[in-house]
Nanobody
Framework: QVQLVESGGGLVQPGGSLRLSCAAS????????MAWYRQAPGKQRDLVAS???????NYADSVKGRFTISRDNAKKTVYLQMNSLKPEDTAVYYC???????????????WGQGTQVSVSS
């Protein structure tokens, strides 16, 4: 079994910064793509940023230049550094990862429980 646990969410003022972390644990053989999604009230869950095992990144246009996704493979952790936060960034942020479990063949997709990010004055 695999677990993804997010942390680092909170309440910040516009223009502030937060760093989200997502640590994977369990019988993990390898981790391929990792990503951050977010879901605002009344809206669908959208991709915020993704990163491959090789470090290639992709960002939603709305966060490009403000957010940075990174990963520490040794710690099995993906991060999302969020700068210049806007009220529109308010959402529950979810960690997502494609993971190969020990012994088993192939990748499975996993979600974290989400962490609330609120941006307001």
């Amino acid at each position: 079994q695999v677990q993804l646990v997010e942390s680092g969410g909170g309440l910040v003022q516009p223009g502030g910064s937060l760093r989200l972390s997502c640590a994977a644990s369990g019988r993990i053989f390898s981790i391929n793509n990792m990503a951050w999604y977010r879901q605002a009230p009344g809206k669908q869950r959208d991709l915020v940023a993704s990163i491959t095992s090789g470090g290639f990144t992709n960002y939603a246009d709305s966060v490009k230049g403000r957010f940075t996704i990174s990963r520490d493979n040794a710690k099995k952790t993906v991060y999302l550094q969020m700068n210049s936060l806007k009220p529109e960034d308010t959402a529950v942020y979810y960690c997502n990862a494609d993971i190969s479990v020990m012994v088993a063949r192939g990748l499975s997709n996993y979600w974290g429980q989400g962490t609330q990010v609120s941006v307001s004055s």
